[in-house]
C-alpha cells in the first residue's frame, strides 16, 4: 500500500513537471516569434536588362510593401511577403516606362500589382539564406529562387530595432507572359530575357 502511493506520487509530480515543461516551451515560442515591417525609405527594388546586347539598362520601382514573421532571432524558417505597384516602374525615360506598362510587357492596368509569398527561408552558412517562393506577374504564378545576405540587426538612435536583408536572382520575363521582342539587324534582341533583380530592404520589429 505504501509502494503504491510512492508510486502515485511519483507519477503525479512527473505528470506535473511534463505539464509545466509543455508549457515553458510554449511560451519561449510565442516570446521569439516577432513580426517585422518593412522600412521603405530605407529600401529597394532594382532591376537590370540587357539592351541591344551590348548593355545593360537599369530600372526600379518607387512603390513596394513587404512583412516578415520570424520565429527565430536568426530568422531562419521565416515567412516573407512583398508586393510591388507595377505603375512605380521608372526606368528615367517616360516613353520606355509607358511601353512597359502597356500589354507588351506588365498590361499595368489589368495587373497593377506583382506580388511574392516566400515558400522557405533557410540559413545556408553564416549571414548567407537560401528564400524560394511564388511570384506572380500579371496572370502567371511561378516559383523563383533568390539568394539573399542577412545585414545583420541592430537599434537605431530611436530605440527601434532594424534587420536588413539584400535579395538577388534571376527570372525570365517571357516565364510570366513579358513577351515583346524586337530584332537588331545582327539578330540579337533588342531586349533581352533574363532580369536581374537587386532587392535591398531593411525591417522595422513591430511592438507587441
Not at 95 to 119: C, G, I, Q, V
Amino acid at each position: 500500500m505504501y509502494i503504491c502511493c510512492i508510486n502515485d506520487n511519483v507519477n503525479l509530480f512527473m505528470k506535473k513537471i511534463l505539464l509545466l515543461s509543455a508549457f515553458a516551451i510554449a511560451q519561449l515560442a510565442a516570446t521569439a516569434q516577432t513580426k517585422w515591417a518593412l522600412d521603405k525609405s530605407h529600401s529597394s527594388v532594382k532591376f537590370t536588362v540587357q539592351h541591344l546586347v551590348i548593355s545593360e539598362v537599369e530600372g526600379s520601382f518607387k512603390v513596394f510593401d513587404g512583412g516578415v514573421n520570424a520565429p527565430t532571432a536568426d530568422f531562419n524558417n521565416a515567412a516573407i511577403n512583398f508586393s510591388v505597384d507595377v505603375n512605380s516602374i521608372n526606368t528615367d525615360d517616360s516613353k520606355r516606362d509607358a511601353h512597359l506598362k502597356s500589354d507588351d510587357f506588365f498590361n499595368a492596368e489589368k495587373y497593377p500589382a506583382m506580388k511574392f509569398t516566400s515558400t522557405s527561408f533557410k540559413k545556408i552558412k553564416g549571414n548567407q539564406y537560401a528564400l524560394e517562393g511564388n511570384l506572380t506577374i500579371r496572370d502567371v504564378t511561378k516559383k523563383v529562387k533568390l539568394a539573399v545576405v542577412y545585414g545583420g540587426t541592430v537599434k537605431d538612435p530611436w530605440g527601434n530595432i532594424k534587420a536588413g536583408f539584400k535579395a538577388t536572382g534571376k527570372i525570365n520575363r517571357k516565364d510570366f507572359g513579358l513577351k515583346w521582342g524586337a530584332m537588331t539587324e545582327a539578330g540579337g534582341a533588342v531586349v533581352g530575357d533574363d532580369v536581374n533583380m537587386t532587392i535591398n530592404v531593411e525591417f522595422a520589429q513591430q511592438k507587441a
